[in-house]
């Protein structure tokens, strides 16, 4: 494995501080710089912020980011870099630290001087995250002293900088307290997604150690990642627990005109493909020029081992479809300039990088595969069974397609009870295990806006199957007809017939089996659904309560404990084990009713972490899937 490249050669000083514009806007539209002031715009104040020490790390000066959640939620960012320059910005005649936190755009990231890569999708940095905070503090490790500066009220400084003791270290440290007057949705971290986040940086940077300690509860929860082996070890912890094709991981690296480019990929006997690409740590989930150069490279070079070895006809060829069934893989790009484009910008638009990956992955895969024959071999044999269930595949395909609108209603599965509204975006459908919950749901909903389509028991488990067989499926293809978007690559959303797809099924086991199957089909065959909200799930009551003529309705045990001390005596509890033992005007009231109902959107923060955890709950290897109940059981919510 070739060393990571470093990007060494300017100074970090406060000239190398470019002043862009002032601050005044951000707490006035904060979306407009952290994309929203939800719990995502929370976290992203964190990245801001570990961001830059990613950098220092990157520019070759820093080894060690520890992340804190401290008591009351404020976090804590230490790194042992170079520390923030201390010295006297010419422009705006405050220290450098200062001029960092308290001016927009003001760093060492736009001159090409103190960083030739870095990251963060917006580069809004560290004075957005003071803008939006109750209070920050900064230290700085420099030149045997430590020095301090204090920001309250949404980055307004209460001292100049000073110098507050000595010490033999280096770096930074950033202490802030998000402003509850900003994010008042939630001011609480989840420490599931820092730590998923995490995780992945110190995949993509196998030189710097990352720790997050959260001291919230009465215990430290602490995680340290150090992955040595980069995204080799990212690959094996994707591909945890399935059946492998080829070992070991494949990787490949290469630097060519000022950009690296490196690529680790394995084969599992699974039939989904698992791509994930990268450009200075972000996730480009719409891919790019990147993916694309990896893709035709991928595809020309076992197609090319193929023939020269008399696997394939004279006229045969294997497609970009058939190579990536089962694959895993892994693209990260270091890129002076990245250039952003899609609806997300996160789609990497620089045309350059898809000759340089393309050569880079041609070169070094087609030496490794006449190195590893049998490995080739296997890699070719799986393409080839993919081609044929391809092939098979288009038929049972073209008939879930959504019939042209000449063909009018009849289209529609015939078990669906549609809504009489043709406005989507009024329009629910509500995924309803079994006939008599159907049922009940049928005459208790609202005709004009809502649809029912029952399920006959469990939906095939598209993690177990070809894709010619989960198309011959006759609930799937009810569902994919009844939502009316298409799928995978061509899901329109112009098309989705309801903008709320509601998965309701029975509080219990089963039930939730058959969610998570649900969810698997859609994240798999459906993603920009899961992606733009449309989908939720139904939060049917645990408890009816009852005491004369007042009825309550409890959905979690705790509020049930509540309505043991409301009631007091003398009432009576009923435990629903099912949908079906609720008449229609209970179903209604309690689950379907807009004005009363709980929903729970569904949402992919980390499509990744989504794809593992499907991957693991779904797949065959039951020690992972052990493990995950075992570590998760004290933190999950299993009232959700």
Same mark, same amino acid.
């Given at each position: 494995?070739?060393?990571?490249?470093?990007?060494?050669?300017?100074?970090?000083?406060?000239?190398?501080?470019?002043?862009?514009?002032?601050?005044?806007?951000?707490?006035?539209?904060?979306?407009?710089?952290?994309?929203?002031?939800?719990?995502?715009?929370?976290?992203?104040?964190?990245?801001?912020?570990?961001?830059?020490?990613?950098?220092?790390?990157?520019?070759?000066?820093?080894?060690?980011? /520890?992340v804190t959640i401290e008591k009351d939620n404020v976090i804590s960012v230490?790194?042992?870099?170079?520390?923030?320059?201390?010295?006297?910005?010419?422009?705006?005649?405050?220290?450098?630290?200062?001029?960092?936190?308290?001016?927009?755009?003001?760093?060492?990231?736009?001159?090409?001087?103190?960083?030739?890569?870095?990251?963060?999708?917006?580069?809004?940095?560290?004075?957005?995250?003071?803008?939006?905070?109750?209070?920050?503090?900064?230290?700085?490790?420099?030149?045997?002293?430590?020095?301090?500066?204090?920001?309250? #009220?949404?980055?307004?400084?209460?001292?100049?900088?000073?110098?507050?003791?000595?010490?033999?270290?280096?770096?930074?440290?950033?202490?802030?307290?998000?402003?509850?007057?900003?994010?008042?949705?939630?001011?609480?971290?989840?420490?599931?997604?820092?730590?998923?986040?995490?995780?992945?940086?110190?995949?993509?940077?196998?030189?710097?150690?990352?720790?997050?300690?959260?001291?919230?509860? !009465?215990?430290?929860?602490?995680?340290?990642?150090?992955?040595?082996?980069?995204?080799?070890?990212?690959?094996?912890?994707?591909?945890?627990?399935?059946?492998?094709?080829?070992?070991?991981?494949?990787?490949?690296?290469?630097?060519?005109?000022?950009?690296?480019?490196?690529?680790?990929?394995?084969?599992?006997?699974?039939?989904?493909?698992?791509?994930?690409?990268?450009?200075?740590?972000?996730?480009?989930? !719409?891919?790019?020029?990147?993916? !694309?150069?990896?893709?035709?490279?991928?595809?020309?070079?076992?197609?090319?081992?193929?023939?020269?070895?008399?696997?394939?006809?004279?006229?045969?060829?294997?497609?970009? !479809?058939?190579?990536?069934?089962?694959?895993?893989?892994?693209?990260?790009?270091?890129?002076?300039?990245?250039?952003?484009?899609?609806?997300?910008?996160?789609?990497?638009?620089?045309?350059?990088?898809?000759?340089?990956?393309? #050569?880079?992955?041609?070169?070094?895969?087609?030496?490794?595969?006449?190195?590893?024959?049998?490995?080739?071999?296997?890699?070719?044999?799986?393409?080839?069974?993919?081609?044929?269930?391809?092939?098979?595949?288009?038929?049972?395909?073209?008939?879930?397609?959504?019939?042209?609108?000449?063909?009018?209603?009849?289209?529609?599965?015939?078990?669906?009870?549609?809504?009489?509204?043709?406005?989507?975006?009024?329009?629910?459908?509500?995924?309803?295990?079994?006939?008599?919950?159907?049922?009940s749901a049928k005459q208790g909903r609202d005709a004009k806006t809502q649809?029912?389509?029952?399920?006959?028991?469990?939906?095939?488990?598209?993690?177990?199957?070809?894709?010619?067989?989960?198309?011959?499926?006759?609930?799937?293809?009810?569902?994919?007809?009844?939502?009316?978007?298409?799928?995978? /690559?061509?899901?329109?959303?112009?098309?989705?017939?309801?903008?709320?797809?509601?998965?309701?099924?029975?509080?219990?086991? /089963?039930?939730?089996?058959?969610?998570?199957?649900?969810?698997?089909?859609?994240?798999?065959?459906?993603?920009?659904?899961?992606?733009?909200?449309?989908?939720?799930?139904?939060?049917?009551?645990?408890?009816?309560?009852?005491?004369?003529?007042?009825?309550?309705?409890?959905?979690?045990?705790?509020?049930?404990?509540?309505?043991?001390?409301?009631?007091?005596?003398?009432?009576?509890?009923?435990?629903?084990?099912?949908?079906?033992?609720? /008449?229609?005007?209970?179903?209604?009231?309690?689950?379907?009713?807009?004005?009363?109902?709980?929903?729970?959107?569904?949402?992919?923060?980390?499509?990744?972490?989504?794809?593992?955890?499907?991957?693991?709950?779904?797949?065959?290897?039951?020690?992972?899937?052990?493990?995950?109940?075992?570590?998760?059981?004290?933190?999950?919510?299993?009232?959700?």
């Amino acid at each position: 494995m070739e060393n990571q490249a470093t990007f060494v050669d300017h100074s970090y000083t406060a000239d190398d501080i470019q002043v862009l514009e002032g601050l005044e806007a951000v707490r006035l539209r904060p979306g407009m710089y952290i994309g929203s002031t939800s719990s995502r715009g929370l976290h992203h104040l964190v990245w801001e912020i570990v961001d830059n020490g990613i950098d220092e790390a990157l520019a070759g000066f820093a080894n060690q980011i /520890d992340v804190t959640i401290e008591k009351d939620n404020v976090i804590s960012v230490r790194d042992n870099g170079r520390g923030m320059p201390v010295g006297i910005h010419e422009k705006t005649g405050l220290s450098a630290v200062e001029t960092i936190m308290t001016v927009l755009h003001a760093g060492g990231k736009f001159g090409g001087g103190a960083y030739k890569v870095s990251g963060g999708l917006h580069g809004v940095g560290a004075s957005v995250v003071n803008a939006l905070s109750e209070w920050m503090e900064v230290k700085i490790f420099q030149d045997g002293k430590i020095y301090m500066i204090r920001f309250e #009220n949404g980055g307004h400084t209460v001292a100049p900088l000073k110098v507050i003791g000595e010490t033999n270290e280096t770096g930074s440290l950033v202490r802030f307290k998000a402003d509850p007057q900003i994010f008042k949705e939630t001011t609480t971290y989840d420490y599931e997604i820092l730590n998923t986040r995490l995780r992945q940086l110190a995949f993509l940077n196998r030189d710097i150690r990352l720790t997050l300690r959260d001291e919230r509860g !009465e215990t430290p929860r602490v995680n340290e990642y150090h992955y040595k082996g980069g995204i080799i070890e990212y690959v094996e912890y994707l591909n945890k627990g399935k059946q492998l094709i080829s070992e070991p991981v494949i990787y490949v690296d290469g630097l060519q005109d000022g950009i690296f480019a490196e690529v680790a990929l394995q084969y599992n006997d699974g039939y989904q493909a698992n791509i994930y690409s990268f450009c200075n740590n972000i996730n480009t989930h !719409e891919g790019g020029f990147h993916e !694309e150069g990896f893709r035709l490279a991928l595809t020309r070079i076992i197609n090319k081992y193929a023939k020269d070895n008399n696997m394939l006809k004279k006229d045969e060829s294997l497609s970009q !479809e058939d190579v990536k069934e089962g694959l895993v893989a892994i693209i990260s790009i270091k890129h002076p300039d990245p250039q952003y484009e899609g609806q997300t910008k996160t789609k990497l638009g620089n045309s350059e990088v898809r000759k340089i990956v393309s #050569n880079i992955v041609g070169d070094k895969m087609h030496r490794f595969f006449l190195e590893n024959p049998s490995v080739a071999k296997a890699i070719v044999d799986k393409a080839m069974v993919a081609s044929k269930a391809r092939i098979a595949a288009k038929k049972a395909r073209e008939l879930t397609r959504r019939k042209s609108a000449l063909d009018g209603i009849t289209s529609l599965p015939g078990k669906l009870t549609d809504c009489s509204s043709k406005d989507a975006s009024e329009c629910e459908i509500y995924i309803v295990e079994g006939n008599s919950a159907g049922g009940s749901a049928k005459q208790g909903r609202d005709a004009k806006t809502q649809a029912i389509l029952p399920l006959r028991g469990k939906i095939l488990n598209v993690e177990k199957a070809r894709t010619n067989r989960i198309f011959e499926n006759a609930e799937i293809r009810s569902m994919i007809t009844a939502f009316g978007c298409g799928i995978q /690559d061509d899901v329109d959303l112009s098309k989705l017939r309801y903008h709320k797809i509601i998965i309701m099924t029975d509080a219990d086991v /089963d039930g939730s089996h058959i969610s998570t199957l649900m969810l698997t089909f859609l994240y798999r065959f459906m993603k920009p659904v899961v992606e733009g909200g449309y989908v939720y799930l139904a939060q049917p009551p645990l408890y009816k309560v009852q005491k004369g003529k007042k009825v309550a309705y409890a959905y979690k045990e705790q509020e049930m404990d509540q309505l043991r001390d409301e009631f007091k005596e003398g009432y009576k509890v009923q435990r629903y084990k099912g949908l079906g033992e609720m /008449d229609a005007e209970q179903l209604w009231e309690t689950t379907m009713d807009p004005a009363n109902r709980i929903l729970k959107r569904v949402t992919i923060e980390d499509a990744m972490e989504a794809d593992a955890v499907f991957d693991m709950l779904m797949g065959e290897d039951v020690d992972p899937r052990r493990e995950f109940i075992q570590e998760n059981a004290t933190y999950a919510n299993l009232d959700l």
